[in-house]
């Protein structure tokens, strides 16, 4: 029925040089202050009338983002050929997967999703873990988004690894939005600018957007596809192999992810371009890529009439396989795939756009001499919103109510605990198609995933 009480502290010191090592008193006193300051930190960060059990989750939140920092070592020559101490790999390990990762060379402190379960870094969780690391430590938040743009991370082709399971596959590009919250983050609560910073990862981002472009759009339409980006088990194939039916599956979320990327990077270049006005040519870029991938997703070409992500009768965004010229095929499931299209969203105010002559004379050439894809309002540039705002955004007013009354829907997505992955639409309605003698399909299950089609039972529904 005892109690003891054990101290602890990790520290270079010996008794001699620090009294509180063997002084009880002293001891808890310097708990009681580090305890204070850690109050006061906390204290700055969230203030304002929110409750202490909601301040308590917050602190707790991010003592757990702090937490999960480890060291990661993966240095992938060594993997490959083994330790000269030890008995030689098999060969057959110099033709698996990473094989094209040679230079990869890991050895730093990393956001880890967890350190018991996931102890391996993955590129889109690591942009996300930035974004509360950059309130408590911003310092380290761009040191992660900075490492895995370096040379020894990014591939010199421009991709990023995305995790240690397959570094080739493709995470949805995120990696822009991050670095430009966190330099935004810093800015407001630390009065640091880090333009440094932002450059920096600018122009390693320039590498990776021009390697998406090159490798994930086949046709050169502005239509992109990139296998799993994340999603598990929300379509009727492994979107990250080579389709049973042939042909190229286009996606809405891939191509969508790419518009976001490109509403980020313009949000960057003209932020480095008050500094600097050579950005303004690059911001301008930038501008016409994202136009021409809305237009490209939502509106048929004229020379393919079954080209559109866009499906009218259903109100929704949808994946399509695409065989050739006059024959596609879009696979009608309502997924997270065609919300995602609403990420892709950017206001220009008026002071941004006539601060940077340049940028504003190109912007206003395109919308004159391109009135076929202005008229069309696919991105809401000629209409001034409040302040004479200008708006840029895959989906249409028409369109952003259709894709609302489904996603706000409790028989569509919105459940009791958020937005589902898989509309509640395919309990009752179950996509299906048969292909060269196998069935392929989509159900919806409120749980765990069925199928272990792709990460297992992972499933976020």
Same mark, same amino acid.
């Given at each position: ?68 920092? =480890? ?56 942009? $996300? ?29 421009? =991709? ?48 990776? $957007? ?118 596609? =095929? ?80 409790? =028989? ?50």
């Amino acid at each position: 029925g005892g109690v003891v009480v054990v101290r602890l502290k990790l520290t270079p010191n010996t008794p001699d040089t620090d009294a509180s090592i063997n002084d009880e008193e002293l001891f808890d006193d310097s708990i009681d202050e580090r305890r204070r300051e850690a109050d006061e930190f906390y204290g700055r960060l969230l203030g304002g009338s929110v409750t202490d059990d909601l301040k308590a989750i917050y602190r707790q939140a991010l003592g757990g983002m702090l937490w999960t920092k =480890q060291y990661y070592k993966f240095i992938q020559d060594e993997w490959l050929n083994g330790d000269p101490a030890q008995p030689a790999p098999p060969p057959e390990r110099k033709w698996i997967r990473n094989k094209e990762w040679r230079h990869l060379h890991c050895a730093d402190i990393l956001s880890m999703p967890d350190k018991w379960e996931y102890p391996f870094f993955a590129a889109w969780d690591t942009a $996300f873990h930035c974004i509360p690391l950059a309130m408590v430590d911003p310092a380290f938040a761009k040191k992660q988004l900075d490492l895995l743009t370096r040379e020894w991370y990014m591939k010199p082709d421009g =991709q990023i690894p995305a995790y240690e399971w397959n570094f080739s596959d493709v995470n949805p590009p995120v990696h822009a939005w991050a670095t430009f919250r966190v330099f935004k983050i810093e800015r407001k609560l630390y009065g640091k600018e880090d333009l440094e910073f932002l450059e920096r990862v600018f122009q390693k981002l320039l590498l990776n $957007f021009t390697w998406w472009v090159n490798r994930k759009d086949a046709g050169g339409n502005n239509v992109f596809e990139g296998g799993f980006l994340g999603l598990d088990n929300i379509g009727a194939f492994n979107r990250s192999e080579p389709l049973p039916t042939g042909g190229v599956l286009r996606q809405a979320d891939g191509t969508a992810w790419m518009a976001f990327f490109c509403v980020n990077m313009l949000n960057m270049a003209l932020e480095l371009a008050k500094h600097n006005p050579t950005y303004e040519d690059i911001a301008s870029k930038f501008f016409e890529h994202f136009i021409f991938i809305a237009d490209a997703m939502s509106y048929r070409g004229s020379g393919d009439e079954t080209l559109s992500l866009w499906n009218e009768e259903d109100g929704m965004y949808y994946d399509a396989i695409h065989w050739g010229p006059g024959h596609s =095929q879009q696979l009608p499931i309502r997924s997270l795939v065609g919300l995602i299209p609403l990420y892709a969203t950017l206001t220009l105010e008026p002071s941004v756009i006539n601060r940077f002559p340049g940028f504003k004379k190109r912007m206003e050439w395109f919308i004159e001499n391109r009135p076929g894809l202005v008229q069309r309002n696919v991105a809401n540039m000629k209409a001034g919103g409040k302040g004479q705002r200008r708006l840029l955004a895959l989906v249409s007013k028409e369109r952003l109510v259709r894709i609302l009354e489904k996603m706000l829907d409790e =028989q569509e997505f919105l459940s009791d605990y958020g937005i589902r992955s898989l509309s509640l639409y395919h309990k009752k309605h179950p996509y299906n198609i048969h292909v060269n003698g196998q069935d392929f399909g989509v159900e919806y299950w409120p749980g765990d995933s069925k199928s272990g089609m792709f990460g297992g039972n992972s499933n976020w529904r």
